[in-house]
T-cell receptor, first 118, second 112 residues
Framework: DTAVSQTPKYLVTQMGNDKSIKCEQNLGHDTMYWYKQDSKKFLKIMFSYNNKELIINETVPNRFSPKSPDKAHLNLHINSLELGDSAVYFC?????????????????FGEGSRLTVL | KNQVEQSPQSLIILEGKNCTLQCNYTVSPFSNLRWYKQDTGRGPVSLTIMTFSENTKSNGRYTATLDADTKQSSLHITASQLSDSASYICVVGTPSWGKLQFGAGTQVVVTP
């Protein structure tokens, strides 16, 4: 069983379109994330939800809207796609970690969704 | 400037040899340091997680060290195998929940 699964794995679309990426985790974790990995391979946090509540919302254009119907799902909807949105988007989940403690919130990533905007 | 710098950017080693990857960080306050392995076209997978009180942690042939005073970490790969070819990413956590700073990774290629 895949712990964190996201669909689709590949997405090719035209500028201006709206698209969604779905993510599901079966680990029973409370926290889920969306990360963006650009061409330079840096992973950057976009959003984080804990028990369906938004807790991290980095400087991301309003065209990106996350939705968490329940704590096992976190979807990402993108409106009016632009060329610069082309990247690999990773979903991840974790249990919250205590700073300095042994429970440090290990992240489990999905396989990624490669978005190409033409 | 990125707060997590990794070196070298890329590395080619012969199968069976050892190698060491470096990670220097300026992230403060510091909570933990993680090393992830990312195979091409896959998501990152955790190798080790260390808090400030831990100096070393092993996971099979992978051994990570941490010097919180100098803000340096290393990942040592022993007796490399072809399957070790991947990008290795250093990640530093802060006490702020969910706030992680990622390095750009070191691309390791193991050749027969």
């Amino acid at each position: 069983d895949t712990a964190v699964s996201q669909t689709p794995k590949y997405l090719v679309t035209q500028m201006g379109n709206d698209k969604s990426i779905k993510c599901e985790q079966n680990l029973g974790h409370d926290t889920m994330y969306w990360y963006k990995q650009d061409s330079k391979k840096f992973l950057k946090i976009m959003f984080s939800y804990n028990n369906k509540e938004l807790i991290i919302n980095e400087t991301v254009p309003n065209r990106f809207s996350p939705k968490s119907p329940d704590k096992a799902h976190l979807n990402l909807h993108i409106n009016s796609l632009e060329l610069g949105d082309s990247a690999v988007y990773f979903c991840a989940s974790s249990q919250p970690g205590l700073a300095g403690g042994k429970n440090t919130g290990e992240l489990f990533f999905g396989e990624g969704s490669r978005l190409t905007v033409l | 400037k990125n707060q997590v710098e990794q070196s070298p950017q890329s590395l080619i080693i012969l199968e069976g040899k050892n190698c060491t990857l470096q990670c220097n960080y300026t992230v403060s306050p510091f909570s933990n340091l993680r090393w992830y392995k990312q195979d091409t076209g896959r998501g990152p997978v955790s190798l080790t997680i260390m808090t400030f009180s831990e100096n070393t942690k092993s996971n099979g042939r992978y051994t990570a060290t941490l010097d919180a005073d100098t803000k340096q970490s290393s990942l040592h790969i022993t007796a490399s195998q072809l399957s070790d070819s991947a990008s290795y990413i250093c990640v530093v956590g802060t006490p702020s929940w969910g706030k992680l700073q990622f390095g750009a990774g070191t691309q390791v290629v193991v050749t027969p």
